[in-house]
């Protein structure tokens, strides 16, 4: 043993220790100082997956998909989605017939839909004049599916995307959002228009009050929206989102500064379009809802994923969608194809009379704002909003920076002010998630599980863990085969 040595075995004992705390403990009992690192090994240290992990993250197939990513990000960043347009959606959504009925998250049949997504199909049912009443219509809607005169298909096949329980029915109007980038010409993604909060179909709410509103929406609201957006010309959603996030919005749970500049954009052009008092409902109808806006952030953040999408050997998310009962996600290189785990409980704030035992698992297409770059990953731009979802304005900023660790950059347009301008962390990887042990954030509202009650809650929420690893398992043996 070398002199040095000894003088260091000589003096007092300092460790840093990197593992189980129980492992140190008998360092700790002989008097040496001991500090505990806050360490997990990558990919929670399963074997298998960190063999996978490290095949994608060096080497010759490492490099490739680094090289994927920043081209999939680049394609991101390019896209410019502008809002064109309102629509009926068997007249404007890829493959809409009057016998489907699309949904939120990844696939799922009448046996395995949870309250609110039953409710808002018994809702449809009604809507499109399928059944007389309620009654007949929830008898109709297990009959239909059962005999297969209703098909039911994610909103993401059809490059729509829906809140909560997400159904769009053919009768429907949508909003419509084109991508004017030269890479991405053409390219089209859809909504409904949001109905406001309480009891709405999105929640599984199916009542005439219900059914009275998504009347006024389709018979009146959706005509004028549509002339004014013709008479005014295409909006760049991608620019009023920068502002909003500016103005304290984060463009999933918070949408009043965004759908206050929507406002103050179509107003002038309704005025001119409708006749006093249709103008009139129109401006109360949105100004009522500081949601509306959700509605075209959702296709918005939509139409900036399908550019991403079919980019080789690229490892980015670019859908996370829940149906109530599972978790789905796909990867770029990989479209189409769902990786699922079960949806999760929601982890936040109970309006008066409600408990965590009152709420649906997690849902919604509601996550492709995550998926983005807004949403739970801009919380620093919404200091106003962290109270709601149940944590304060130092949770947001160190919520927004940890995001900005699992992702491939950040947004060159949407900057927050909190972080000196920075822009929000955007393109999700999924070796970066593994890696780190960091899960993505969600902030969501909390759904009753019991068709019609409504929204009784929000808060913060995370995917599954079977999702990311199963898509590292198909991902790595698609790159390293």
Known sequence: MTAAAKSLLGGPVEIVHLGLASVAAAAGATGARVTLADFTPPAGGDPARMAQLAGVLSGPPGLAVDEANSRTLARILASRPHLVGVGIARDVIPGMTDGLFLHAGPPIGWDRMCGPMRGAVIGGVLLEGLAPDAAAAAAAAEQYAASGSVAFDPCHHHHAVGPMAGVITPSMPVWIIEDRSDAGAGTRTFCTLNEGL????????????????????AGELAPVLAAAVAALGPIDLRLLMAQALQMGDEGHNRNRAATSLLIRMLAPAIVRTADRDRAARAIEFMAGNDHFFLNLSMPMAKCMLL??????????????????????????????RWFVGPAQAVRGLYFPGYAAADANPDIGDSAITETAGIGGFAMAAAPAIVQFIGGDAADALATTERMGRITAGRHDVWAVPALGFAGTPVGIDLRAVEELNVLPVINTGIAHRTAGIGQVGAGLVHPPWECFHAALAAFAQKELS
């Open 198 to 217: 309480g009891k709405v179909l999105r929640y599984g709410a199916y009542s005439d009050e219900v059914l009275q509103r998504l009347r006024f929406i």
């Open 307 to 336: 550019a991403a999408e079919g980019e080789p050997h690229s490892s980015l998310v670019t859908v996370m969608a829940r149906n109530g009962t599972d978790f789905g996600i796909q990867v770029a290189s990989m479209p189409g």
